[in-house]
């Protein structure tokens, strides 16, 4: 791999998008800002307070990812992957604040509407800002895919949403300035921010699903299941080789999977660990990123377990 290979990787990987993310979030936030305080339109204010939560967002985002690329170690057996959840929920809790501070700031302009001046370079630097957003979010979705990071797509999500909020923004504050309706101005910062409260909330539902143990992706338990299929055996009517009790969770970057393998009794220790061992390196094959846990069951035991129901 080459300098410049290398330096791109470098910059593709979760930290390095989101401090990327960090110094667009300045960026923008200066050319918002600029536009707000030229025209003095609450449209555009209400754009600018959205960077602010993006550049908090990132910056928080930045610190869960590198707290979850952390190894195992006494205190955490399993890793750190889910500190990533914790970076999409303050991201979805920090848009719902910035919302409902949009909607304050916007219906005292109901009551005393002001004139919107310098509407096309404010427009202009809206324009610049959400092209940024818009460029970013998408190399951000195709990493966040690759890495399968929580924290990436989150963000993501959030650059997006700010991409169609600019765009409302920008057709708004055009109506005004063509047609002189100053109402115009806060009724597109309330609509602003009735867009970003349901992005908001929708990010905080998914960081408590997976702060919950969520179950794989129905794709991801297709590829575990076809896996086992191929290890599963017969002997006339009987299942010499057979699994169940498959139950699955993910933990942001991290797959689990926990089953029984059922095998003949008669079988070698040493036989049917190595078997084991042929499934679980089948399984990561199929699913890059995932821990197997299984437990040797002769061929006529069954196991059962019953969470105690207080």
């Known amino acids: 791999m080459n300098t410049r290979t290398h330096s791109a990787s470098k910059w593709l990987t979760p930290q390095g ?3 990327v993310s960090v110094v667009v979030a300045i960026v923008t936030i200066a050319l918002k800002t600029l536009a707000w305080w030229l025209t003095d339109s609450v449209g555009l204010l209400s754009d600018a307070m959205e960077s602010v939560v993006n550049l908090a967002s990132a910056v928080f985002g ?7 690329s952390r190894p195992a170690d006494e205190e955490h057996p399993y890793g750190h992957h889910k500190a990533e959840y914790f970076s999409s929920g303050f991201e979805g809790i920090l848009i719902v604040v910035a919302s409902l501070g949009i909607v304050w700031a916007a219906s005292h302009r ?11 370079m404010g427009l202009t630097l809206s324009i610049i800002s959400s092209a940024l957003n818009g460029v970013l979010a998408w190399v951000m979705f195709r990493a966040a ?8 797509q989150a ?6 949403t700010d991409v169609w909020t600019s765009a409302g923004v920008v057709v708004g504050i055009g109506l005004v300035g063509v047609t002189g309706w100053t109402w115009l101005d806060p ?13 908001g909330v929708h990010l905080v539902w998914d960081a408590s699903q997976g702060l919950m143990d969520e179950a794989v992706e129905p794709e991801v338990l297709a590829q575990i299941k076809d896996t086992l299929q191929g290890f599963e055996h ?18 942001g970057q991290r797959r689990f999977v926990d089953m029984h393998m059922h095998m003949p009794a008669e079988w070698s220790l040493g036989r049917a660990a190595a078997l084991r061992t042929t499934v679980e390196q089948a399984l990561m094959d199929a699913v890059p ?15 059962h377990s019953v969470d105690a129901q207080h």
Not at 62 to 68: D, E, G, N, Q
Not at 110 to 120: L, N
Not at 145 to 152: D, F, G, I, N, W
Not at 291 to 301: E, F, K, M
């Open 17 to 19: 998008l989101l401090g």
């Open 62 to 68: 930045l610190m869960m990812v590198t707290v979850a």
């Open 110 to 120: 109901f009551f005393d509407p002001q004139p919107i001046e310098q509407v096309g």
């Open 145 to 152: 895919k690759a890495h399968r990071s929580v924290a990436l």
């Open 155 to 160: 963000d993501a999500k959030h650059l997006v």
């Open 187 to 199: 009724l597109v910062a309330i609509g602003v921010a009735l867009n970003i409260l349901k992005e």
């Open 234 to 251: 017969k002997r006339g009517e009987h299942n010499i080789i057979r699994f169940d009790h498959v139950t699955t969770r993910k933990a």
């Open 289 to 303: 990123g995932l821990r197997a846990t299984i437990q040797l069951l002769p061929s006529d035991v069954e196991a």
